[in-house]
């Protein structure tokens, strides 16, 4: 069984969008599935544009900070499926991932994790960048793309999910975490979404760059295995 687990807080603009492409992707599939919708308190009416679909699980939390991480770890608390794929509610789904990435994993039983290719939505200067960034190579990877992927839900439990206090870089200290562990990442050829940043001014822009420096300095820190608790403090920051 897989369990698709949207999080989401204060994106009903694209919440709509994200869900249906996710229904779409998860009817491809030749295994059972269930959708999940994590929401973190979000202030605009994205929980019931969640409730107005029949099929979707949908949760309120309310946790002390409002990150990816902590909405990521309570869907899969109340998961059900032996597979886990996270999805930002920013993003809209390739109707063709999950049944590639069902094929990897059955291809791949030393894999714990599969991660497809994400793209922006928005084409200007300022995304050009990100696209050059995010894009993933295909094979063995040191840490999952951003805004989602499939992990076997075995290998999350024995991380005990992502770190909850980090605002940005929660991937890559997650990837770290399962490189110490040996576990793998496995990059596939196949397109997991299209991502929308909104990120179309000057100002947007350079708020994203802080937030990617910061997860180049955990994944340096971790790296190097010495802990700076000045970086760490930083990369917790909401920028």
């Known amino acids: 069984m897989w369990s698709v687990i949207i999080i989401g807080l204060n994106q009903s603009k694209?919440?709509?969008?994200?869900?249906?492409?996710?229904?779409?992707?998860?009817?491809?599939?030749?295994?059972?599935?269930?959708?999940?919708?994590?929401?973190?308190?979000?202030?605009?009416?994205?929980?019931?544009?969640?409730?107005?679909?029949?099929?979707?699980?949908?949760y309120l939390i309310k946790p002390v900070r409002r990150t990816a991480g902590a909405g990521r770890n309570a869907g899969a608390n109340v998961s059900q499926g032996e597979n886990l794929c996270f999805i930002d509610a920013d993003i809209e789904m390739d109707e063709n991932f999950l049944l590639t990435a069902e094929k990897a994993l059955k291809e791949h039983p030393e894999a714990d994790m599969v991660c497809g290719q994400l793209e922006e939505r928005l084409k200007n200067r300022y995304t050009e960048y990100f696209a050059a960034w995010t894009k993933r190579k295909i094979g063995w990877l040191d840490a999952p793309v951003g805004g989602g992927g499939v992990i076997r839900k075995k290998s999350f439990e024995k991380l005990r999910g992502y770190d909850t206090n980090l605002i940005r870089g929660q991937e890559t200290e997650l990837g770290f975490r399962m490189n110490n562990l040996n576990m793998k990442i496995l990059g596939i050829n196949e397109l997991f979404g299209v991502h929308d940043s909104g990120v179309d001014t000057l100002k947007k822009f350079i708020r994203r760059i802080k937030g990617m420096a910061y997860s180049y300095a955990i994944n340096f820190i971790e790296k190097e295995k010495a802990l700076n608790y000045k970086f760490y403090e930083m990369a917790k920051r909401n920028f």
């Open 14 to 58: 694209s919440l709509g969008n994200c869900i249906e492409s996710v229904q779409k992707a998860c009817g491809k599939l030749g295994s059972k599935y269930e959708i999940i919708y994590i929401d973190s308190d979000s202030d605009d009416n994205s929980l019931e544009i969640a409730l107005s679909y029949k099929d979707v699980k949908v």
